[in-house]
């Protein structure tokens, strides 16, 4: 697919594994420049051994660590057109055991990586009129059966930001806007069933319809 994206300036968070690879690989394979994150060395280690890319350890639940992420990815790229934030995860108590401790670190890692990464990403993404993309989930619009619902309040909180802040970021010429993704194998897991040929193209499909929204979409 063209989606006239060859040489844009991207940051992924949480991108060495799961669907953030996953949207890294097909950005690179677009000829797009980017920047790859995670927590974890030996994570980044791969992602450069295989694709080559810069790469920038962060955890962006912390406000101070995304907003040096940001400046890195600036300085690696000379600027930033495309950010795509991907920091999550579903693990949590069962629903009725929740503490304020959980809700803490659940909303951290589901929507405060998000929004730190924003807003310290804003007034660069003001000069290239750049887009993002936040990557939600079903558990934030529908509520699942024994999902956490930690979880699925942290992506419904995650949804509604990004629905109440389009209109002030479209000011700066900014798009944004959440896909909410359902369960999604990592690449370790689809290993095993990788033969099976039309299921990995089904899952590139859904990446590349992702990357048009990020392109072509309009504000949610």
């Known amino acids: 697919m063209e989606l006239n994206i060859k040489d844009k300036k991207v940051l992924i968070t949480g991108s060495s594994k799961g669907i953030g690879l996953g949207i890294l690989s097909s950005f690179i394979k677009e000829g797009s420049i980017v920047v790859a994150n995670s927590r974890n060395d030996n994570s980044l280690d791969y992602v450069t051994e295989k694709f080559g890319c810069h790469t920038v350890k962060a955890d962006v639940s912390d406000s101070t660590q995304a907003k040096e992420l940001i400046e890195k990815a600036i300085e690696l790229m000379g600027g930033l057109d495309i950010l795509v934030c991907n920091v999550g995860g579903g693990s949590s108590v069962p629903p009725g055991q929740e503490s304020r401790?959980?809700?803490g670190r659940v909303f951290d890692k589901n929507f405060f990586s998000t929004t730190n990464t924003v807003e310290s990403a804003w007034t660069h993404l003001k000069k290239s009129s750049g887009s993002i993309?936040?990557?939600?989930?079903?558990?934030?619009?529908?509520?699942?059966?024994?999902?956490?619902?930690?979880?699925?309040?942290?992506?419904?909180?995650?949804?509604?930001?990004?629905?109440?802040?389009?209109?002030?970021?479209?000011?700066?010429?900014?798009?944004i806007n959440a896909v909410a993704a359902g369960n999604i194998f990592n690449f370790k897991e689809l290993?095993?069933?990788?033969?099976?040929?039309?299921?990995?193209?089904?899952?590139?499909?859904?990446?590349?319809?992702?990357?048009?929204?990020?392109?072509?979409?309009?504000?949610?």
């Open 101 to 103: 401790q959980e809700w």
């Open 133 to 175: 993309v936040c990557i939600s989930s079903i558990c934030g619009t529908n509520v699942i059966d024994n999902a956490p619902v930690t979880y699925g309040a942290a992506k419904a909180a995650l949804n509604h930001y990004v629905k109440a802040i389009s209109n002030t970021l479209a000011k700066d010429n900014i798009r």
């Open 191 to 220: 290993s095993y069933i990788l033969a099976k040929k039309e299921l990995f193209l089904i899952f590139q499909y859904t990446i590349m319809e992702l990357l048009f929204k990020i392109m072509y979409g309009k504000n949610s």
